[in-house]
Nanobody, 125 residues
Framework: QVQLVESGGGLVQAGGSLRLSCAAS????????MGWFRQAPGKEREFVAA????????YDADSVKGRFTISRDNAKNTVYLQMNSLKPEDTAVYYC??????????????????WGQGTQVTVSS
């Protein structure tokens, strides 16, 4: 089992940047593919980005491609989401999630067994 704690959310103007962090407990961090999802008010939760266990493979949603970058530091049990060129439509609660399933990277939320509590990101126009 793994526990996830996100941080780094906040209020930023359009065009600005934020970096989210997700710290994982336990000694099996490298057993998990890690993902970021988001949920805006009145909308379903959607996939944002994910990274493989070793960090050598990533996958981004089309809506964030070229603006967001997912990375991980396995020595620190932490996964990051660098968000640049933020838009008002990026406003959402962002969740970190862990998937212990087999490769390849999966983008469906039901594939991820463990979730953080979420961190709010608000982008003003």
């Amino acid at each position: 089992q793994v526990q996830l704690v996100e941080s780094g959310g906040g209020l930023v103007q359009a065009g600005g940047s934020l970096r989210l962090s997700c710290a994982a407990s336990g000694r099996t961090f490298t057993s998990y593919t890690m993902g970021w999802f988001r949920q805006a008010p009145g909308k379903e939760r959607e996939f944002v980005a994910a990274i493989s266990r070793s960090g050598d493979s990533t996958y981004d949603a089309d809506s964030v491609k070229g603006r967001f970058t997912i990375s991980r530091d396995n020595a620190k049990n932490t996964v990051y989401l660098q968000m640049n060129s933020l838009k008002p439509e990026d406003t959402a609660v962002y969740y970190c999630a862990a998937d212990r399933g087999p490769s390849p990277i999966r983008t469906t939320d039901y594939s991820y067994s463990y979730w953080g509590q979420g961190t709010q990101v608000t982008v003003s126009s």
